[in-house]
T-cell receptor, first 117, second 120 residues
Framework: DQQVKQNSPSLSVQEGRISILNCDYT??????FLWYKKYPAEGPTFLIS?????DKNEDGRFTVFLNKSAKHLSLHIVPSQPGDSAVYFC????????????????FGKGTHLIIQP | NAGVTQTPKFQVLKTGQSMTLQCAQD?????MSWYRQDPGMGLRLIHY???????DQGEVPNGYNVSRSTTEDFPLRLLSAAPSQTSVYFC???????????????????FGPGTRLTVL
């Protein structure tokens, strides 16, 4: 059972417009949410994060919104640039989980963002 | 700093062969982990280590062994390769553990470039 769902495998956006990538989760114990970006033949790199005590976090062209009641978050990129073409993964963690272990990142399947010139 | 390095970049094995995927980091990170990524899937955690001498299983540990004798190195061993282990393998490290109380919320996980493994 997928705990993290990114229902759009791919998204095509024109350069300069806004890109909106969505992520839904089912585990209410997730309390910290990260977005990773991945180029072909490279490892993922951290992009932006948000804590569950916030509903918005902004970093330059990137903004992440969190709707806890809907268990939904979205990543907005504006304006979109050609270098943003990559696969974006939503990766929540249970930062306050005290059940033992360090269960790492739970990744969604990713959304392939293609920025059209 | 070289960051997280992985060798080899590509490997082809026959069913039943064994091999070790190497991972090293030069950032003095305590936490290291191995993920696999299959087509159309997100990354899934295989094993992780919160420090030298300490390892634990992740979501998909079967068929893999790990050890952590030094802070820098975290090799992943395939004991008897199977076609189901064809995947891209990523090693990651961070200053503190990811997930669980005391998680390094501000500690970024750094990923290596990956090893593409094919098992025939």
């Amino acid at each position: 059972d997928q705990q993290v769902k990114q229902n759009s495998p791919s998204l095509s956006v024109q350069e300069g417009r806004i890109s909106i990538l969505n992520c839904d989760y089912t585990n209410s114990m997730f309390d910290y949410f990260l977005w990773y970006k991945k180029y072909p033949a490279e490892g993922p790199t951290f992009l932006i994060s948000i804590s569950s005590i916030k509903d918005k976090n902004e970093d330059g062209r990137f903004t992440v919104f969190l709707n806890k009641s809907a268990k939904h978050l979205s990543l907005h990129i504006v304006p979109s640039q050609p270098g943003d073409s990559a696969v974006y993964f939503c990766a929540p963690i249970r930062a306050m989980y005290s059940g033992g272990g360090a269960d790492g990142l739970t990744f969604g399947k990713g959304t392939h963002l293609i920025i059209q010139p | 700093n070289a960051g997280v390095t992985q060798t080899p970049k590509f490997q082809v094995l026959k069913t039943g062969q064994s091999m070790t995927l190497q991972c090293a980091q030069d950032m003095n990170h305590e936490y290291m982990s191995w993920y696999r990524q299959d087509p159309g899937m997100g990354l899934r955690l295989i094993h992780y280590s919160v420090g030298a001498g300490i390892t634990d299983q992740g979501e998909v540990p079967n068929g893999y062994n790990v050890s952590r004798s030094t802070t820098e190195d975290f090799p992943l061993r395939l004991l008897s390769a199977a076609p189901s282990q064809t995947s891209v393998y990523f090693c990651a490290s961070s200053r503190r553990a990811t997930g669980g109380v005391g998680s390094g919320l501000d500690d970024e996980q750094f990923f290596g470039p990956g090893t593409r493994l094919t098992v025939l």
